[in-house]
Nanobody, 123 residues
Framework: QVQLVESGGGLVQAGGSLRLSCAAS????????MGWFCQAPGKEREFVAA????????YYTDSVKGRFTISRDNAKNTVYLQMNSLKPEDTAVYYC????????????????WGQGTQVTVSS
């Protein structure tokens, strides 16, 4: 059974940084594209970033370009999201998604999902 477990969320002041991690068990992530999505209260789940299985291709939503960096360590079966210059509007539950064939912002193209980790940015 595939499990994705996110960690690293928390409360941070605007301008601060957080590093989210997504560890997989029950499968080898190295074969798949991975993504991060977020969902704020009252809003739909939105794409944040994605990375190819090699790590050579990344894709970001416009609002996080230059602030967030997605990366992966296939040896550790882990994907990361480095979040810098955080803003109050980044406040959301962040979900890791796996099992993608290609780098894509479409949630339906990912087979596996974590339970999410809360990120709260205070002003």
């Amino acid at each position: 059974q595939v499990q994705l477990v996110e960690s690293g969320g928390g409360l941070v002041q605007a301008g601060g940084s957080l590093r989210l991690s997504c560890a997989a068990s029950g499968c080898t992530l190295s074969k798949y594209a991975m993504g991060w999505f977020c969902q704020a209260p009252g809003k739909e789940r939105e794409f944040v970033a994605a990375i190819s299985w090699t790590g050579h291709t990344t894709y970001y939503t416009d609002s996080v370009k230059g602030r967030f960096t997605i990366s992966r360590d296939n040896a550790k079966n882990t994907v990361y999201l480095q979040m810098n210059s955080l803003k109050p509007e980044d406040t959301a539950v962040y979900y890791c998604a796996g099992g993608g064939v290609v780098v894509t912002p479409h949630a339906g193209k990912y087979d596996y999902w974590g339970q999410g980790t809360q990120v709260t940015v205070s002003s």
